[in-house]
């Protein structure tokens, strides 16, 4: 069965500064990875989807690279900003089933 | 217009109760789904229904029966609550006939049992 992990499960950092968000999973027989962000009570917002034949999709400050022989997905944000805070999400679909990581809480201090 | 509705938003009952969750999507997507986020905000599929037939059935008690009248509806029906049952609820829709088969969530059902 699928597992998705997301290192660190939690990560603070000035503002300005480029982070890289990591996904990884046991089964590289996988369809898409799809990244998402996740505000306090709020559902979750689709940023980027990464098909299995692609090694990478950019969106404004956002880059996602995907690595299915190693079984790794990074979520780079740029020069970031307060409002990226947020939990971000990895999800890794087979198909019809779709697979989440644990995510990562986000701070970004002014 | 939204693309995937879910009513109500927020849930509050006694034990024992049953209650139902819609959803709707208007993307003329051909699957949904049903998540359960627990207190660590992990996320857990369900169920899942393609053109209103279930195709994934997770480790689920029977207390809860999904049910799809068309494709562009997938309401939760829950029976005797239980305190465990306590969670935020998502629907989601993709369209997995497409290689793109991106999933977009609703807003979420925050249900809390007394």
């Known amino acids: 069965k699928q597992e998705v992990t997301q290192i660190p499960a939690a990560l603070s950092v000035p503002e300005g500064e480029n982070l890289v968000l990591n996904c990884s999973f046991t089964d590289s027989a996988i369809y898409n990875l799809q990244w998402f962000r996740q505000d306090p009570g709020k559902g979750l917002t689709s940023l980027l989807l990464i098909q299995s034949s692609q090694r990478e999709q950019t969106s404004g400050r956002l880059n996602a690279s995907l690595d299915k022989s190693s079984g790794r997905s990074t979520l780079y944000i740029a020069a970031s900003q307060p409002g990226d805070s947020a939990t971000y999400l990895c999800a890794v679909s087979g198909g019809n089933q779709f697979y989440f990581g644990t995510g990562t809480s986000l701070t970004v201090i002014p | 217009d939204t693309a995937v509705s879910q009513t109500p938003k927020y849930l509050v009952t006694q034990m024992g109760n049953d209650k139902s969750i819609k959803c709707e999507q208007n993307l003329g997507h051909d699957t949904m789904y049903w998540y359960k986020q627990d207190s660590k905000k992990f996320l857990k599929i369900m169920f899942s229904y393609n053109n209103k037939e279930l195709i994934i059935n997770e480790t689920v008690p029977n207390r809860f029966s999904p049910k799809s009248p068309d494709k562009a509806h997938l309401n939760l029906h829950i029976n005797s609550l239980e305190l465990g049952d306590s969670a935020v609820y998502f629907c989601a829709s993709s369209q997995v ?13 925050r249900l809390t049992v007394l």
């Not at chain 2, 290689?99 to 807003?107: A, D, K, R, V």
């Open chain 2, 97 to 109: 006939r497409s290689s793109y088969n991106e999933q977009f969530f609703g807003p979420g059902t």
